[in-house]
C-alpha cells in the first residue's frame, strides 16, 4: 500500500466499518490493566517491604524476584506460561487468556512497583521505623500506618509512570492471541490489507489512556521538587 493512501476514504470507510471489534479491544485493554495492576500493586507492596526488613532472607527472596523479571522480557515470560508450562506438564496452567495477561503483566511489573515502594520507604527517616518499634508496633504495623502514608508523596510520580508502562505492555498479549487493541489491530490488518488505519487508532486509543496520567505524574513530580 503506497503511503499516498494514508488520506483514501475508502480505506478508511472499510475500517469504520469494524470499529465495534477496536472497542471491545479497548475495553479488554482497560480490563487486563486494572486486574494487572491490581495484581502489581499487592505484590510491590509486599515486597517493597520485604525489602526493607532486617531479615536476610526476605531481602534475599525480594531480590531474586525483583532481579529476574526486571531482566527477564515480558514476551519470553508470555510465551513460557503460556505455551511452555503445559508443554512440559501436559496442564493448561492459564486456561483463560486474560488470566494469564493479569497474572503475567501483574508480576511482571510487581518487580519494578515493588522497586518504587522501596525507594519511597528508605526515603523516610529510619528513626520513624526504629521509634515505632519501640512502641511495641510489628514490623507490618509499622509499614502500614507510619512509614507508607509518608512514602506515598514520593511513590506517587514514579508509580504513576510504572501504570503508563503497564497499559502498554498489555500490547504483548497479542502474542497468545488475545483479544486487546494490539492483537485487534495485528489480526485487522492482515485480514484486510489495510494498515494505516488500524495501526494510527491503535496508538492514539494507548494515547488516550497513557497521557493523562504521565501529565498528572509531571505535574505532581515539579509539585514536588517546589515543595521542598
Known amino acids: 500500500m503506497d503511503s499516498s493512501t494514508i488520506f483514501s476514504a475508502e480505506i478508511w470507510t472499510s475500517f469504520f466499518k469494524d470499529f465495534d471489534r477496536f472497542a471491545w479491544g479497548f475495553l479488554f485493554t482497560i480490563l487486563i490493566s486494572i486486574g494487572a495492576l491490581a495484581t502489581a500493586l499487592i505484590l510491590g507492596m509486599v515486597f517493597g517491604a520485604m525489602s526493607t526488613s532486617k531479615s536476610k532472607i526476605l531481602r534475599a527472596i525480594t531480590r531474586v524476584y525483583v532481579e529476574f523479571y526486571q531482566n527477564t522480557p515480558l514476551l519470553v515470560q ?21 488470566w494469564t495477561a493479569v497474572i503475567c503483566v501483574g508480576v511482571y511489573h510487581g518487580a519494578y512497583i515493588a522497586e518504587v515502594i522501596r525507594s519511597g520507604i528508605e526515603a523516610v527517616p529510619n528513626g520513624q521505623t526504629e521509634a515505632a518499634l519501640s512502641q511495641g508496633f510489628t514490623y507490618l504495623e509499622t509499614m502500614r500506618l507510619i512509614i507508607l502514608p509518608q512514602a506515598v508523596r514520593t511513590i506517587l510520580p514514579p508509580m504513576t509512570n510504572q501504570v503508563v508502562n503497564l497499559i502498554k505492555n498489555t500490547s504483548t498479549v497479542a502474542i497468545i492471541g488475545g483479544i ?46 517546589n515543595a521542598y
Not at 508470555?78 to 486474560?98: A, D, E, K, R
Not at 486509543?205 to 501529565?215: G, K, N, Q, R, S
Request: hydrophobic share 50%; aromatic share 22%; net charge positive.
Open 78 to 98: 508470555f510465551v513460557i506460561v503460556y505455551y511452555g508450562l503445559p508443554l512440559i506438564s501436559n496442564f493448561v496452567l492459564m486456561p483463560s487468556i486474560y
Open 180 to 225: 486487546d487493541i494490539m492483537f485487534m489491530t495485528k489480526h485487522w490488518s492482515a485480514l484486510n490489507a489495510n494498515y494505516y488505519p488500524p495501526f494510527i487508532t491503535a496508538a492514539l486509543l494507548y494515547f488516550i489512556l497513557c497521557f493523562p496520567l504521565a501529565t498528572w505524574a509531571r505535574r505532581w513530580e515539579e509539585k514536588n521538587k
